[in-house]
Every structure is written in C-alpha cells, then in structure tokens.
C-alpha cells in the first residue's frame, strides 16, 4: 500500500496548562476592567444629561404615573417595568419606590412575581385584580393573599367563582376605596352568590366606588353608605329590594354621583286595574349626574316616580315591555321627561339616531355633531351609545303593528332637538308622514339625515307637502344618505322629483351620498343632474335592461330590503297595510316611466334655467 503522508500540527506558542489558565484570567481580568470603566463612563454620563437634574423621588413619582396609566387602560400591565432597565439611576428610582409596585394583577404573574411584587410594594396602597378558579390550587393561595395584604389594599376587583373569596374576606378594609365583585366565570351559568353579611367585617369608611354583578346584597348592608358611584347588575329576583329598604339605603349616599342599576329595583305592587303612581315618599339625589336603569317598564316607571334627579346629565334606560299597545313604555316616558332638558346643560343636543324593529325601539342622543354618521350596525351602535347623553331603548315581543313608531313620536316630542344638526333612522326603522310633518319645525338645524329603505317614503311625502308660510320644512338639509337602497329607475325618478322640489323652494341639496346603496351608472347621471355632489356606490350595477320583476309574495318588486321604498315587507313586521304600499312605484310600467320621465326632464330643465 502507498505510504500516507503524515499530517502535522505544529502550535505556534506552546504552553503548558497553568500558564494558559494565568492568561485567560488575565485577559478576563482586563475586560471586566473595561466593562466597569465603560459602565462607569456611562454613569458619568448619565449624570449630566438634563433629566438626571431631577430628584429620584421626581423619578418615582412619574414612575408611579406610568404605573397607574398601564393599569387603568388595561393595555400591558407590565410593560412600565422597562424604566428600571433603563439606567443604574432610574433602576434604583424604581426599585426603592414602594408605590411603583402596587399595581399587581395576580393573572399576569407568577406567583413568585406576586410576592415580588408585594415585597417591593411594602406597605403602599395595594391595587388587585384577580380571577378566581373553583377548585384551583392557586385560586385559595391568592385569596389567602389578598386577605394577607386587605389593611392596605385601597382598589379590589376579583372575578370568577367567587363564594370562598367571600366567607374569607372577614378584615376590616380601612382604606379600600373601589370594590368590584362579578361572580361570573366563562362557559358556565353561576347562580348569584350572596354577599356575607361580615365581609371585611363591615369596616370600609374609605369605599366610594361598589360594583357587583351576578351578586346579592341586602341593600340593609353597611357596604352601601358614603358611595359615589354604585353598580348592581343582575342579582336574584329574591334580592330585588323592598321600597322602604332600597329608598333608606338611597337616602344613605348623599354624595351619589353615578348609578347603575340592572334588575335591581323593587318590584311594582301587583294591583287590579291601570297602575297608578301616587308615591308618598321620593329621595332627593342632588349629586347623581349619571344613572342607568334595566328592568321591567312598570318596574323602571315605579322607580323614576321615587326618584328625583335635579342634577342629571347622563341618562340611559333599557325597558322591557309587557304591554301589547306598549302602554308602559309610556309611562316611563312620561316620567324622563322629567330630566330631558337636563340632559343639555352642558352641551346642547346634536346628534340623534332611531333605531325600530317591530319588537324593539331605541334612541340615542349625543351633545356632540355627527355621532351618529359613525354607527353602521350593533357592534358600532352599542360603543358609540356608551357616550350618548341620552340612551333608551325598549323591548316587547308582544307589540302590535307600530307601537315602535309611536315610541319613536313621544320622545321626539319631549327631547330638546332645537340644535340638531343630525338624524340617523337605521336598522328597520319605520316612521311615517305625520312623524315628520310634526317634528319638522323643531328640526330647523337638521343638515345631514341618514335613511334606511323602510323610513325614506315617509321623509319624500313630508317634503312633498306644500311648505308652510313661514318657509319651506328642514330649511339647513344639505345632506341625505340613503343606507342599503336598491335604487331601480322608478325610484329613481320618484327620489328626483324630491330633489327637484327642494329646489324649488329654495333650499338645493348639496350632497346626496348612495355610497351603500346598489345603482347604475344611468340613475348617478340622473340624480347628479339636479345634485351638485352625488356620492356614488362603491360598486356600480351593470347595465341591464329594466323589466317589472315581482318578488315571491308577489307584492311587488323583487329587489330585496325596500320597504316603503319597495314591496311592503321587512323582516321582524310581516304584511303591511295596503295604504302602506307606493303604489305609483309598484304599478307604473317601465315604458311609460320612461316617457313620463322625458317629459319631466323638458318641464324641470326649463324651471332650474
């Protein structure tokens, strides 16, 4: 076999063992020698830029700001920890702050994060949040926590299943300030839990702000004394209080500020006959200016008639009807507006939108312009509602044939709409001529309205009315939006007719918007003809030819949602009247339409020369 060169490794510096250990000590001496002298080099620098003027109790107290602002927008709880890693000064700022660490949600730690935590908090107001588990092991160590640390806990709020947090919560309180109690766990139906009559020993002098939800208290309860915002939401029907015990219990927060109360009033007296509300004694809550009611309409007009709220500024009232015609609901209106003009002390009303179905009326009011353009379907509706001035809404599976209309007509009535600049009708909202015809002058500020298919034929026939001697109706309309409207060449013509007439009378519409509605390129040129601003569709239909199709209940056109503006049916109201039906919009043959429109076009043209 040939020989295989042999391979050799030849080191440049051989050493032995212990000298190479002595080396690398060496070099490792030296650059930890650098590391310090860099940390030192940053120190020094550290220390002359101008934020190092500021004193390290300056430090922890913005520190402290930034602690609190994480929790309470309930973004990343602990993302204010990177100030301590920042520098050597602000770390020892942060660390020797005991108020920095006060913040503690025991679902975003570990528990050796929470006795960390605690640790460094000392003896600060604590702030706690915590979820409670049935059965869970940590579960009992938190509570056993929060029990530990209750002398010096000023903010509470704990969720879940919570019966053992509650029989062991027994020390006195006596600077808790915010105590939020739901006993609700996900996926699963809680029954409510009772409120033990020594919860932290019925010592809280410092509670101003009680929240309960699914949790039953005796409104006899020390709990409810000195408050400045109270919520109950959902106790047992057993707990709903009795008059006497629940107006004492009001009579005990003077300083009431704001009030939340879902199925938490007395029970209306069962008596024969029409409920008539005669109360012998009423409470005086001069300091609520917020109160949201949710209950029966006999049980929310019981309890307005016990009440009264001279420095309301938020209202907002959900009620259940029970009543076929919707007499209660009636009453309760009776008893808002009371309050309504209250409601504008601050801001006058700008903002309305009506939204109906046959078992469902709701309006909402905002002191601030164009809130209601923002809302285009329930999801959007229920955020934009939460800052509403004014919020009600009614429900009755067992309504008749327009009670929601007749809902809409009462508030109108009494609200204060002499600034509003705009209305929005959405979901299946039907209103009719006389609605208009009658809240029209108050409406003298209107410049943008917002119709669905189901509420246009009632606006058309009001401005098809002569106007009035002192001028024409909606004088500052500048702007329509039509939502969701099959636009067919008939409707077209009709909607142009409206437009023509306010031009007419001297009052142009500036901007028609139909940028959810389904048109042709043919019908935007008809109506950019008599509107400077036609807002088209996002998605023009194709040319086709137009023929009279009939829809399967063979009431008229086929075109979809187009109630009053089309066959007469909406979902959730089933047949209409016949004198409902646009008959001039169902019968007219298409070929005759067309003619009738030439015709129009020569009369209308010569008029707008």
């Not at 050493?15 to 650059?31: F, N, P, V, Y």
């Not at 049980?299 to 008639?305: E, G, M, V």
């Not at 009600?392 to 009494?414: E, P």
Request: proline fraction near 6%.
């Amino acid at each position: 076999m040939p020989c295989r060169a042999l391979l050799a490794i030849t080191f440049m510096h051989p050493i032995s063992a212990g000298s190479r250990d002595r080396l690398l000590q060496k070099i490792d001496d030296e650059t930890n020698s650098l590391q310090e002298s860099l940390r030192a080099l940053r120190h020094r620098r550290n220390a002359i830029i101008p934020i190092s003027r500021l004193p390290l109790e300056t430090l922890a107290a913005i520190f402290s700001i930034l602690s609190a602002s994480a929790w309470n927008t309930g973004d990343d709880k602990l993302s204010w920890i990177r100030v301590a890693h920042v520098c050597h000064r602000w770390r020892e700022a942060a660390l020797n702050h005991p108020r920095i660490w006060s913040y503690i949600n025991f679902d975003k730690l570990t528990s050796a994060g929470v006795a960390g935590m605690l640790s460094r908090a000392k003896m600060a107001p604590l702030y706690l949040e915590a979820d409670v588990i049935f059965g869970v092991a940590s579960s009992s160590a938190l509570v056993e926590q929060i029990e530990a640390h209750i002398s010096h806990t000023c903010h509470l709020r704990v969720r879940g299943y919570l019966p053992d947090v509650l029989h062991r919560l027994v020390s006195s309180a006596p600077i808790l300030e915010f105590l939020s109690l739901s006993h609700k766990s996900p996926g699963f139906a809680l029954p409510c839990s009772d409120i033990p009559d020594n919860l932290l020993n019925c010592t809280t002098p410092s509670l101003t702000i009680l929240k309960l939800e699914n949790c039953n208290i005796s409104w006899k309860s020390p709990l409810l004394k000195r408050l400045r915002t109270l919520e109950i939401i959902e106790p047992s029907t057993e707990a709903r209080p009795k008059l006497e015990d629940w107006l004492d219990a009001l009579d005990e927060m003077p300083q009431l500020q704001k009030l939340v109360l879902e199925s938490a009033t007395p029970h209306t007296p069962i008596v024969a006959g029409p409920l008539k509300l005669e109360p012998s004694r009423a409470v005086t809550l001069s300091s609520l200016t917020q109160f949201h009611i949710y209950t029966t309409a006999k049980d929310c007009a019981f309890a307005l008639a016990h009440l009264k709220l001279p420095a309301l500024t938020w209202l907002h009232v959900d009620v259940e009807s029970a009543d076929y015609e919707g007499e209660d609901v009636h009453l309760v209106i009776s008893y808002i507006s009371r309050y309504v003009h209250g409601l504008q002390n601050t801001e006058p009303v700008q903002s309305i939108l009506v939204a109906g179905e046959k078992t469902r009326a709701e309006v909402v009011v905002w002191d601030v312009p164009d809130a209601d353009i923002k809302v285009s379907d329930p999801d959007t509706l229920r955020s934009a509602s939460v800052s509403a001035r004014f919020m009600f809404a009614a429900f009755g599976n067992n309504w008749s044939y327009g009670v929601d209309t007749t809902i809409f007509d009462s508030l109108l009535a009494m609200l204060p709409v002499t600034s509003v600049s705009s209305f929005t009708a959405q979901n299946y909202t039907r209103l009719n001529k006389e609605f208009w015809l009658d809240h029209a002058p108050r409406l003298h500020l209107l410049e943008r309205t917002r119709l669905v298919p189901e509420a246009i034929k009632a606006f058309k026939d009001m401005l098809a009315e002569d106007a009035p001697p002192d001028g024409p109706r909606l004088p500052s309309l500048t702007k329509l939006i039509l939502l969701d409207v099959m636009l067919t060449p008939l409707r077209a013509y009709v909607l142009r007719d409206m437009l023509i007439e306010r031009v007419e009378q001297g009052v142009p519409l500036r901007v028609l918007d139909l940028s959810t509605c389904h048109a042709t390129a043919r019908t935007i040129k008809l109506l950019g003809e008599v509107v400077v601003d036609v807002q088209r569709p996002l998605d023009l239909l194709p040319m086709v030819e137009e023929e009279e199709v009939l829809s399967s209940d063979g009431l008229g056109p086929g075109y979809g949602r187009e109630i009053e503006f089309g066959n007469g049916l909406a979902p959730g109201y089933g047949d209409t009247n016949s004198d409902d039906y646009d008959y001039h919009l169902l019968h007219v043959p298409p070929l005759l339409e067309s003619r009738l429109g030439l015709a129009r076009d020569s009369y209308r043209s010569s008029v707008l020369q």
